[in-house]
């Protein structure tokens, strides 16, 4: 567990509360996992970390993780049951989404169902409680007793709190319904409401064009209403694609390789969708190999949206007089070492670095729009940026913009860096660089063979990659003769697929 430490400082009779306590860092930590291993993500220093870490479940499309505003794991769930920060199950974290299916699948995998199909959000005016937002699904019968779909069963919640008594969370108000419709499987968005407190949520009705809409305020969840429009969800598109906001929360996104990008204006006060409208996907962009595929993400400054059908990256710019056709491939995810199983890119998620993260379906890599306020190939898309340790199948994680303030001072989604990357790096250090400080070259070596070598720029920008590197070196040597001068992090990838992270200066 990494763990960060804020502090409080007293002066002059009052008290000052750092950013790290003001912010809210709740996406800080993304968890993965799958039969092979589990993976931490922990972005405490600006730049994602990749760790291993033992999981004591499989995670994929149910599974949502918490962090507290400071950014220190809390809690996560593969839909199944809730685990603490210690992976331990939580007091009461069993039992979720009960039923035919969590019988079938929960004693030895995850939840099946549909991406944002799980969605952790704060309690109104409380920094240590949550509100877990989960659709349960169940099999459809015919009357032979054939089981011939699967359809979703409503929308519940279960609440995370902290019991100060004994300094532990617990679960309790576990699968509380809220509304027993039919709606689509997964694809539930939120967005804070125009207060900064409170929240909506939105989702779709199954087999209709309508959107329902939810406020989450202190007294509860309850349903608000409804807006239409667009395409009528069918049985083929159910489940498919993803839902989101705009950072701003002023457009709510539906996209999917089937019917392309509907949008609608969003008012975060009275919680109405208007003035729809629809971008379809151009012609030679449309698959029909990836059912489910479909991601979208907006830039931190809204000026562009970005989609995936599966293998491309889409840009479109939304201040141009002609968005529909301001399209720009800017990215393509390419099987270049002929794997069994292909990296992809099937869904998107805006991290809190600012960057824009795209996911593969299953794999070894996950991808990255690093300057996604950038128009066209200058957004600068890069394949495999997160290497992972082990192979994960469809654990996508789903954050709204936990840092929209209100109406009247919106904020950035940008989060400040919480801590020095070498804070966070697990274990004892092995990882030995010399010299350092050093002007034209780095020698380094470790507990055993790298086999890839990444130096990031104060900004988190890469500024240098050495891969294919020969096996069995007890040495490597690294030529920074074209890197500025300054301070830098150095990250190795080990042949076990152990990651280790350091600083290094470079003298001019």
């Known amino acids: 567990m990494h763990k960060l430490i804020s502090l409080i400082v007293v002066l002059a009779g009052t008290t000052i509360f750092p950013y790290v306590l003001l912010a809210q860092n709740y996406d800080n930590v993304w968890l993965m996992s799958d039969v092979n291993g589990g993976v931490e993500i922990n972005f405490s220093s600006g730049i994602p970390v990749v760790f291993s870490k033992e999981l004591p479940i499989i995670m994929r499309g149910a599974s949502a993780v918490i962090s507290d505003v400071a950014g220190n794991l809390i809690s996560y769930t593969n839909g ?77 919640y279960s609440k995370i709190i902290y019991d100060s008594v004994d300094n532990t969370r617990k679960i309790i108000e576990k699968n509380v319904a809220i509304d027993l419709s039919s709606f689509e499987n997964g694809a539930i968005a939120t967005v804070r409401h125009g207060n900064g407190e409170d929240w909506w949520i939105i989702s779709p009705m199954h087999n209709s ?50 019917e392309g990008l509907q949008y609608w204006d969003f ?22 190999w990836f059912t489910t595929a479909g991601g979208v993400a907006m830039s931190p400054s809204e000026r562009f949206l970005y989609v995936t059908n599966g293998e491309e990256i889409l840009q479109y710019d939304f201040e141009s007089a002609d968005i529909e056709n301001s399209v720009i491939k800017v990215g393509e995810v390419l099987n270049t070492d002929s794997l069994f199983i292909p990296p992809s890119s099937f869904s ?73 990357l070498d804070e966070i790096v697990e274990g004892d250090e092995e990882l030995t660089i010399w010299p350092n400080p050093a002007s034209n ?51 190795v990838r080990y042949v076990d697929h152990q990651w280790e992270t350091v600083k290094v200066v470079v003298n001019r």
């Open 80 to 156: 199944c049951q809730f685990y603490g920060n210690n992976d331990q199950l939580l007091p009461g974290g069993s039992g979720i989404n009960p039923g035919e299916i969590h019988n079938e699948y929960c004693s030895n995998s995850a939840y099946p169902t549909a991406r944002q199909a799980t969605v952790v959000l704060p309690e109104p005016e409380s920094e240590n409680d949550f509100i877990v937002l989960h659709k349960p699904i169940e099999y459809e019968y015919n009357q032979s007793g054939q089981a011939i779909d699967i359809r979703n069963d409503g929308l519940f």
């Open 209 to 258: 064009n309508e959107y329902a809409v939810f406020l989450l305020d202190s007294s509860g969840v309850y349903n608000h209403g409804y807006f239409a429009d667009g395409f009528i969800d069918t049985d083929s598109t159910d489940g498919s694609g993803q839902s989101r906001f705009s950072p701003s929360g002023d457009k709510y996104f539906r996209f999917n390789v089937y």
């Open 267 to 288: 008012d975060r006060i009275t919680g109405e969708g208007s003035n729809y409208r629809f971008l379809p996907l151009p012609i030679e962009f449309q698959v029909d």
């Open 348 to 420: 998107l998620q805006l991290g809190p670095d600012c960057k824009i993260y795209a996911f593969s379906n299953s794999g070894w890599e996950h991808h990255v729009i690093h300057n996604p306020d950038e128009q066209g190939l200058a957004c600068d898309f890069e394949q495999g940026y997160l290497q992972m340790p082990y192979p994960v199948f469809r654990d996508h994680p789903y954050y709204p913009n936990y840092r929209l303030g209100p109406i009247d001072n919106p904020g950035s989604p940008c989060a400040e860096p919480l801590v020095g």
């Open 441 to 491: 070259q780095i020698s380094m070596s470790g507990h055993t063979s790298i086999s890839l070598v990444e130096i990031f720029d104060q900004l988190g920008r890469k500024v240098l990659m050495v891969d294919n590197l020969a096996p069995g070196l007890d040495k490597i040597d690294v030529s920074i003769s074209e890197l500025k001068g300054g301070m830098y992090s150095l990250r």
